[in-house]
């Protein structure tokens, strides 16, 4: 009678024990949640500080994979303003009057999906750059919902242009080439101050795929794309008075 008590009693305790080890499980789990969610706002307000240089997820999975990139942080007054005016016009029009998200456009993009329409990609640069520093490559409704509240929150402790330096030195412009300077030197052997018209529009033309599209090698495709570009940035005017006052 008393092994079966004891048997009962050990049952009964392993039980505890598995149950108070899914309760610490499941609360760190939701710490871990909770911290992942939380740390890209805490490096928002650590990236505001100029002396600060921030790498992309795409960096550190070329270091984690001993792949290795080249990236070669320069200021803004360091870059073409050539480039700053191709890579706005091409990628983000309403860069200056946004407040992280462009909502007429999203707005334009739901309606377009509503109807089973082709949509257009609706990311400004805001988005972009937190899409590059926190999340992940890859078109979804779970990255997208987290990217447009972390661009809210980079454009409102962020200046416009220290939203741009770091967007040109986080942005991929080919297979471990990150930021305008390594992508001048790679692509047009020279520095990201020196770029022309011409080769600016290439690179901004680049951007959307960098992978396919070689901003030193561009096909005939390309290149009718990035002189729309060129045309754009020489009449870009009034909608980058919040880089070039």
Known sequence: ?????????????????????????LRRLVL??????????????????????????????DIVTLKG????????????????RSVMMSEDGQFCRHGGVDWGEMKAVVQDALEGETTRGASTIPMQTAKNLFLWNGRSFIR?????????????????????????????????IYGAEAAAQHHFGVPAGELTRGQAALLAAALPNPITR??????????????????RARNAGDYITCIYE
């Open 1 to 25: 009678m008393r092994s079966e008590e004891q048997a009962g009693e050990g049952g009964e305790g392993l039980h505890r024990s598995r149950g108070l080890s899914l309760a610490r499980f």
């Open 32 to 61: 871990i949640v909770l911290g992942a969610l939380v740390v890209p706002y805490l490096l928002i307000l650590a990236y505001a500080s100029p002396v600060v240089h921030p790498v992309s997820t795409l960096m550190l999975a």
């Open 69 to 84: 990139y080249d990236r070669r942080w320069v200021s803004l007054d360091s870059i073409s303003p050539n480039l700053v």
């Open 144 to 176: 997208k919902a987290l990217e447009m509240p972390l661009a809210i929150a980079a454009d409102f402790v962020w200046s416009k242009p220290r939203t741009m330096e770091i967007y040109l030195n986080v942005a991929e412009w080919g297979p471990g």
């Open 214 to 231: 070689v901003a030193g090698k561009p096909g005939p495709g390309m290149r009718r794309i990035a002189g729309v570009v060129e045309r």
